[in-house]
C-alpha cells in the first residue's frame, strides 16, 4: 500500500515513474484517507478511459468514496453520469462547442489577449497567474456564459476557493456563492435572453423540456469551472515548462501551434488524474483484479511519461508529432471544451512569447510554489521577468 503524499505534487514525473517500474497498478491511500487503486501505464489508462464497465456516477461507489460534496443543483452533471444521461446531455451542451461555433471565437480571443499583455507592457516584472494566466480564460468563459464584467473576479475568487481552499470553511461558503449566483444568473437570463450559450441551455430547458432544472444549473457550473481551472493550469504550468527549458523555448519561440499546446498538455496536463471511476463488476486492469464499487484513478502524467509509449518522455518537444496524449480524456467522456481550451492556449502562449521575447522567470524551477493537491496541477504564483 502506498501512500499519495506531498512527492506527488512536487515531483510528479520522479514518483510515477518509480511506481510505473514497481507494476501498472496499485493499492493507495488518498489524502483524505480514502482508498484507491492508482494506474500508472499508458496502454492501461487509455483502455480504462473508454472502458464502459467504469462508472463515473457516484451511486456504484460502495469503497468510501468521498471527493467533492456537492448540492444536487450542481452535481447533475456531465462528470456525474453514465449512459444513457450522458449520452443524452452531452449531446445537448455539446451543440455549444464544435469546432464550427468555437473557431467564430478566435479574433476576440486573441484581442482579449492583446490587451491584458498591454496592460503589462510598461512593468518589468509580474506575476502572470493574475495578471494573465487567470484573466484570459475566466473572460472567455463567462463572455460565453453571459457573465457581467463586474462579476468575473468573484468567479475567480469561488473556484479558486473550491480547488484550493485555506480551510473547509472557505470551500463551503465558496460552493454556496457560487450556487447562489448561478441561481441567480439564470432566473435574469429568463427574464432578458440574450445570445450567450446560458441563454440558449435556459431556451432547451423552457421551451423544449430538454433538461431538468438542474441539469440546466450543473451544466453552467461545469462550463464555468471546468473551462477556467484547466485553462489557467495549462496556461501557467506550460509558461513554467518553456521558460525552464530553453532548447524547447527556443522552438516555442518559433511559432507557437496546435502540436505545441498538445506537447504542453502531455508534459504536464493541469489534470494529473482523469476524473475516478468505479467498476460495475469486478475487472482486470493491467493484470490487476480490482472489485466492483472501488475507487480507480488514472494517472495521465503518469501515462504521458511512460516510455512504452513515448520515446524520450521527460523531454518537452514542441514539434513532437506522435502525441495521442491523454489531457483531455479519450471515448465518450473525451473534453466538450477541447477546441476552446487548444485555441485559448495557442493564442496565449503565441501572444505572450511574441510581446515579450526576453520574457524568464523570475525565480528557479525549485523556487515555484506548487498548490497542495494532487487531483488539479497548479502554481501558487508565476513570476517572470518580461524585459
Same mark, same amino acid.
Given at each position: 500500500?502506498?501512500?499519495?503524499? &506531498?512527492?506527488?505534487?512536487? /515531483?510528479?514525473?520522479?514518483?510515477?515513474?518509480?511506481?510505473?517500474?514497481?507494476?501498472?497498478? +496499485?493499492?493507495?491511500?488518498?489524502?483524505?484517507?480514502?482508498?484507491?487503486?492508482?494506474?500508472?501505464?499508458?496502454?492501461?489508462?487509455?483502455?480504462?478511459?473508454?472502458?464502459?464497465?467504469? &462508472?463515473?456516477?457516484?451511486?456504484?461507489? %460502495?469503497?468510501?468514496?468521498?471527493?467533492?460534496?456537492?448540492?444536487?443543483?450542481?452535481?447533475?452533471?456531465?462528470?456525474?453520469?453514465?449512459?444513457?444521461? +450522458? %449520452?443524452? !446531455?452531452?449531446? @445537448?451542451?455539446?451543440?455549444?462547442?464544435?469546432?464550427?461555433?468555437?473557431?467564430?471565437?478566435?479574433?476576440?480571443?486573441?484581442?482579449?489577449? $492583446?490587451?491584458?499583455?498591454?496592460?503589462?507592457?510598461?512593468?518589468?516584472?509580474?506575476?502572470?497567474?493574475?495578471?494573465?494566466?487567470?484573466?484570459?480564460?475566466?473572460?472567455?468563459?463567462?463572455?460565453?456564459?453571459?457573465?457581467? /464584467?463586474?462579476?468575473?473576479?468573484? #468567479?475567480?475568487?469561488?473556484?479558486?476557493?473550491?480547488?484550493?481552499?485555506?480551510?473547509?470553511?472557505?470551500?463551503?461558503?465558496?460552493?454556496?456563492?457560487?450556487?447562489?449566483?448561478?441561481?441567480? !444568473?439564470?432566473?435574469?437570463?429568463?427574464?432578458?435572453?440574450?445570445?450567450?450559450?446560458?441563454?440558449?441551455?435556459?431556451?432547451?430547458?423552457?421551451?423544449?423540456?430538454?433538461?431538468?432544472?438542474?441539469?440546466?444549473?450543473?451544466?453552467?457550473?461545469?462550463?464555468? #469551472?471546468?473551462?477556467?481551472?484547466?485553462?489557467?493550469?495549462?496556461?501557467?504550468?506550460?509558461?513554467?515548462?518553456?521558460?525552464?527549458?530553453?532548447?524547447?523555448?527556443?522552438?516555442?519561440?518559433?511559432?507557437?501551434?496546435?502540436?505545441?499546446?498538445?506537447?504542453?498538455?502531455? #508534459?504536464?496536463?493541469?489534470?494529473?488524474?482523469?476524473?475516478?471511476?468505479?467498476?460495475?463488476?469486478? @475487472?482486470?486492469?493491467?493484470?490487476?483484479?480490482?472489485?466492483?464499487?472501488?475507487?480507480?484513478?488514472?494517472?495521465?502524467? &503518469?501515462?504521458?511519461?511512460?516510455?512504452?509509449?513515448?520515446?524520450?518522455? $521527460?523531454?518537452? $518537444?514542441?514539434?513532437?508529432?506522435?502525441?495521442? +496524449?491523454? /489531457?483531455?480524456?479519450?471515448?465518450?467522456?473525451?473534453?466538450?471544451?477541447?477546441?476552446?481550451?487548444?485555441?485559448?492556449?495557442?493564442?496565449?502562449?503565441?501572444?505572450?512569447? &511574441?510581446?515579450?521575447?526576453? !520574457?524568464?522567470?523570475?525565480?528557479?524551477?525549485?523556487? !515555484?510554489?506548487?498548490?497542495?493537491?494532487?487531483?488539479?496541477?497548479?502554481?501558487?504564483?508565476?513570476?517572470?521577468?518580461?524585459?
Amino acid at each position: 500500500m502506498i501512500e499519495i503524499d &506531498s512527492a506527488f505534487v512536487t /515531483a510528479p514525473r520522479a514518483t510515477y515513474a518509480r511506481l510505473r517500474s514497481q507494476g501498472p497498478v +496499485h493499492r493507495a491511500i488518498a489524502p483524505d484517507g480514502t482508498s484507491v487503486w492508482l494506474v500508472t501505464r499508458y496502454a492501461d489508462v487509455r483502455a480504462a478511459l473508454a472502458d464502459p464497465r467504469l &462508472s463515473l456516477d457516484k451511486k456504484n461507489s %460502495t469503497g468510501g468514496y468521498r471527493g467533492f460534496s456537492l448540492p444536487p443543483a450542481l452535481d447533475a452533471n456531465l462528470l456525474n453520469m453514465d449512459p444513457p444521461e +450522458h %449520452t443524452r !446531455l452531452r449531446r @445537448i451542451i455539446g451543440k455549444a462547442f464544435i469546432p464550427r461555433r468555437i473557431e467564430p471565437l478566435r479574433p476576440r480571443i486573441q484581442q482579449i489577449a $492583446d490587451e491584458l499583455l498591454d496592460a503589462l507592457a510598461g512593468q518589468d516584472e509580474a506575476d502572470l497567474l493574475p495578471t494573465f494566466c487567470g484573466p484570459l480564460p475566466i473572460t472567455v468563459i463567462c463572455e460565453l456564459l453571459g457573465v457581467g /464584467a463586474a462579476d468575473r473576479p468573484d #468567479f475567480r475568487s469561488w473556484t479558486d476557493g473550491l480547488l484550493a481552499p485555506d480551510s473547509p470553511e472557505q470551500a463551503r461558503e465558496a460552493l454556496s456563492s457560487l450556487q447562489r449566483y448561478l441561481l441567480e !444568473l439564470i432566473a435574469a437570463k429568463r427574464a432578458a435572453p440574450g445570445r450567450d450559450l446560458l441563454s440558449t441551455l435556459i431556451e432547451l430547458r423552457d421551451e423544449e423540456d430538454q433538461l431538468t432544472e438542474d441539469e440546466l444549473t450543473s451544466a453552467a457550473f461545469l462550463v464555468l #469551472f471546468a473551462g477556467y481551472e484547466n485553462t489557467v493550469h495549462l496556461l501557467s504550468n506550460g509558461i513554467a515548462a518553456l521558460l525552464t527549458r530553453p532548447s524547447a523555448l527556443n522552438l516555442a519561440r518559433q511559432g507557437v501551434s496546435s502540436t505545441t499546446v498538445d506537447e504542453l498538455l502531455r #508534459f504536464d496536463p493541469p489534470l494529473p488524474l482523469a476524473l475516478r471511476r468505479f467498476p460495475l463488476t469486478d @475487472i482486470e486492469i493491467g493484470g490487476v483484479t480490482v472489485p466492483a464499487g472501488e475507487t480507480v484513478l488514472l494517472s495521465l502524467v &503518469s501515462a504521458h511519461h511512460d516510455p512504452d509509449r513515448y520515446a524520450d518522455p $521527460d523531454r518537452l $518537444d514542441p514539434g513532437r508529432e506522435d502525441n495521442p +496524449h491523454l /489531457a483531455f480524456g479519450h471515448g465518450p467522456h473525451f473534453c466538450l471544451g477541447a477546441s476552446l481550451a487548444r485555441m485559448e492556449a495557442e493564442i496565449g502562449f503565441g501572444a505572450l512569447l &511574441s510581446r515579450f521575447p526576453d !520574457l524568464a522567470l523570475a525565480v528557479t524551477e525549485e523556487e !515555484l510554489q506548487w498548490r497542495n493537491s494532487f487531483r488539479n496541477r497548479g502554481l501558487r504564483t508565476l513570476p517572470v521577468t518580461l524585459h
